[in-house]
């Protein structure tokens, strides 16, 4: 919205995904759980992914609503929907990482290209201080200060010198993958 608030883009966005997940529920009627497991990456997840370093959001209650969507397809991959089962468990089980962990990685990686020149976005605004780190800009609001910039240079002073120097993309996105962030 012109406040920023991506609410409403991440109530469309979850609604779009439960919608194909529940089509994926109907017609794909399996026991093989690495088939149901295609269908969920492959349809649903990138509809909660597109584009999230833009509008990824801070407010818990969003955080949570994505969430909710990756719980529901661990429940049908898993075929388990008893209230006394951990989604949690199951989320591990199936060796997903949670999607705000993924939407910061890609924040850092639309980040490093940022930084590196590989994109057309202008980061000369970017003021750099000691080492490989950045001055974190002024926000007068929660919406601003949790925008692309901030949030991902907060993401990046975070990171280990070792990580933030690599030279090649290839090689800081599997390094950025079996670090936690």
């Known amino acids: 919205s012109n406040n920023l608030n991506w609410a409403s883009h991440i ?6 995904a439960n919608n194909t997940l529940r089509f994926i529920k109907r017609n794909v009627r399996t026991e093989n759980k690495q088939v149901k497991e295609t269908a969920y990456k492959t349809y649903v997840r990138p509809q909660v992914e597109y584009c999230s370093t833009v509008w990824s959001p801070w407010q818990k209650y969003l955080i949570n609503k994505l969430e909710m969507v990756q719980r529901s397809a661990a429940r049908y991959i898993l075929n388990d929907y008893s209230y006394t089962s951990s989604v949690s468990n199951m989320i591990n089980t199936l060796n997903w990482k949670p999607l705000e962990y993924r939407r910061n990685q890609a924040t850092l990686v639309m980040f490093y290209k940022i930084r590196n020149e590989l994109v057309a976005v202008d980061h000369h605004h970017l003021i750099p201080t000691r080492n490989l780190n950045f001055l974190i800009p002024h926000s007068k609001t929660n919406y601003h200060a949790n925008s692309f910039f901030p949030r991902s240079i907060r993401l990046w002073n975070s990171l280990p010198m070792h ?12 390094r950025l993958d079996s670090h936690t962030l």
């Open 11 to 16: 109530n469309n966005i979850t609604s779009k």
């Open 163 to 174: 990580i933030q120097s690599i030279p090649n993309l290839q090689t800081f996105v599997s």
